[in-house]
């Protein structure tokens, strides 16, 4: 029997999946930069904004966080593709709220106990319950982000899309292009509709799963990577010089910054696939694609080390303005991943249920 072309095929698929899986734990860890603990206000940091190290930290969010939600999102709407199609409704729709609804709600409510506790009997100045709508808002972003847990939203408006994805990777191509059509005139005009707290989510889920239908991966992932790179690296300038004026900038041109902010975050989200691809074909590959088992659970858990360590940390290191915190700040993902790491396995070892769980089903199986 003639494999020549099975084996190369197998090779190929192999090297998409490493590539999908180094992608996400790009995404996850750029999104610590754009959370990092800087121990200032958001006044103060508005005061030095244009400082060495605000500056720096600014770059770091910038290159490496705004491709996260376009990449994640993008992912997300790609697996769901196969899933979607083979599986009944209801048992789709349970997986999808066992492994995104269940942790996000467990999380949360960790987040509330542990960071309202550290904020309400110690010193670190944080959030804390204030009602029972807050603490329902907390649990369950219905209607604005978290106060706490500022990434879960992602989840919350990933499982609405997961609500719809068996009608939409059953859609044609043209009401694809509707949805993302309307995703986008919604993204850009500001309007605000609960359904979906941010819909810039469902647009790159959408785009997931239309690149999925045309072979967009494979096709990124034959280009140049000085070519990838092109279009990040003529709106990188521009972005930061934005993200450094701060508010003051995007509420004086809201529409025209949602509308760039959509170009440059799916630029970067091809650049760093491209990157994810070449990880993929390297030595590294077997490394990353280990580590990246961990890398959901430090999604939900990133924000809880921060508020409660970051402070202790910044004990030693001073706050952003500090000598030492620019070495912080860019071992923070490092940090949170070695963290993430030591608490899963002891989570595997104590209860696998407890860690499957609260990992999304990445762990203890």
Not at 186 to 209: D, E, K, M, N
Not at 223 to 235: G, H, I, S
Not at 263 to 291: H, K, N, P, Q, T
Request: with cysteine; charged share 10%; aromatic share 10%.
């Amino acid at each position: 029997m003639n494999t020549g072309t099975v084996e190369p095929a197998r090779g190929a698929e192999s090297r998409l999946s490493t590539a999908i899986a180094i992608a996400r734990l790009i995404g996850i860890m750029g999104i610590v930069y754009v959370h990092a603990w800087t121990g200032r206000t958001a006044e103060e940091l508005a005061v030095v904004a244009f400082g060495g190290q605000a500056i720096l930290r600014t770059v770091l969010g910038e290159v490496f966080g705004r491709s996260a939600v376009p990449l994640l999102g993008m992912i997300s709407g790609w697996l769901v593709v196969s899933t979607a199609m083979r599986q009944p409704y209801g048992t789709f729709l349970r997986g999808k709220a066992r492994t995104i609804l269940l942790p996000m709600l467990l999380w949360n409510a960790i987040a509330i106990v542990l960071v309202g506790a550290a904020a309400t009997f110690g010193d670190l100045k944080a959030p804390t319950p204030s009602s029972i709508g807050w603490t329902l808002n907390e649990l369950v972003p219905l209607v604005h982000a978290n106060d706490i847990n500022v990434q879960m939203p992602f989840l919350r408006d990933l499982f609405v899309a997961m609500m719809i994805a068996p009608i939409m990777v059953r859609a044609s191509s043209r009401w694809l292009a509707v949805v993302a059509i309307v995703v986008v005139a919604w993204s850009v005009s500001g309007v605000h509709i609960p359904l979906l707290l941010r819909p810039q989510i469902l647009l790159f889920f959408t785009a997931g799963i239309a690149a999925r239908r045309f072979g967009v991966a494979e096709a990124v992932a034959r280009w140049p990577v000085a070519l990838c790179a092109l279009p990040f690296v003529v709106l990188i300038a521009p972005r930061l010089w934005t993200a450094l004026l701060g508010n003051v900038f995007f509420d004086a041109h809201p529409h025209a910054m949602a509308a760039f902010d959509i170009v440059f975050r799916l630029a970067s989200a091809v650049l760093f696939w491209r990157v994810a691809w070449a990880l993929a074909g390297s030595r590294f590959a077997d490394g990353l694609r280990g580590i990246e088992r961990y890398g959901f659970l430090a999604f939900c858990d990133h924000l809880v080390l921060l508020w409660l360590f970051g402070p202790v940390i910044g004990l030693v290191t001073g706050a952003l303005g500090s000598g030492l915190y620019p070495a912080y700040l860019l071992v923070q993902p490092l940090l949170v991943l070695a963290v993430t790491i030591v608490l899963g396995r002891a989570l595997i070892a104590v209860s696998p249920t407890a860690a499957r769980v609260l990992s999304g089903g990445r762990l203890g199986r």
